[in-house]
């Protein structure tokens, strides 16, 4: 007896229909590795050692100098090293924290990051573009942004997805840190623009109203054959 045919894992078809909805606006994909150095995990993003911020990312270090990442936003960072703006990608990929295992956290997760350089894009763009996205992937569904506080954009929000009559946060995102650009050698007075991250997890849980993020690992045929 032949083996059933396979089906894209949940997260996969998750990922890529992210990955589908900012290509079809001018995005392109880049990409990584998942062993970094603490220079482009946190240095080039303005968390310098002993930084506070450095406690919200709970980290895996291999040594002094490697660890694995815990945002995709060091691909932003070699990204631009090497390409003068205007700059639009986005950055999926495995990031690892030292999170305790529950119904909502992983230490090993999936992400999308977002960056947008160019002239004279200022809140409204990131906005704007934030929203399309979510209404793309969600549909017609309450949004809102919340003032927070991330060390490499200023200002800073996290944003809100109405889900079974609560607030979930779905998104972080912010105006790149001028001292961010300016570390890489670009004119911050020339050239503006928006970050963005969000969990892949987060997103299929809420789109297939899935209460446990510990069911996309367990292997389970009965879960998995629902997709």
């Known amino acids: 007896m032949e083996p059933p045919p396979g ?32 220079f482009y995990n946190f240095e080039s993003l303005n968390i310098p050692k002993n930084h506070p911020a450095r406690d919200m990312q709970d980290t895996f270090y291999l040594d002094e100098n490697r660890l694995l990442r815990t945002h995709t936003s060091p691909v932003q960072i070699r990204y631009l ?66 003032a927070s506080y991330f060390p490499f954009t200023e200002p800073s929000a996290e944003v809100d997805v109405q889900w079974k009559g609560k607030w979930l946060e779905v998104m972080g ?35 297939h109203q899935i209460d446990d993020i510990r069911k996309f690992y367990t292997n389970d045929l009965r879960f998995l054959e629902q997709f």
């Open 7 to 38: 089906n894209k894992h949940p997260l996969i078809s998750t990922q890529d229909e992210i990955i589908d909805i900012f290509c079809g606006l001018g995005y392109t994909v880049e990409s990584g590795p998942e062993i970094e150095t603490d």
């Open 81 to 146: 090293e090497k390409n003068p703006p205007p700059v639009r990608i986005i950055a999926p990929g495995r990031v690892y924290r030292r999170d305790a295992v529950d119904a909502t956290h992983s230490p090993v997760f999936n992400q999308v990051e977002v960056l947008c350089i160019d002239q004279d894009i200022n809140f409204s763009h990131l906005r704007g573009t934030v929203l399309t996205f979510l209404k793309t992937f969600f549909g017609d569904i309450p949004v809102r942004f919340r």
């Open 173 to 207: 995102c912010g105006m790149v840190d001028p001292k961010v650009l300016e570390k890489l050698g670009i004119d911050s007075e020339k050239w503006t623009g928006f970050a963005a991250g969000l969990g892949v997890e987060r997103f299929c849980m809420v789109r």
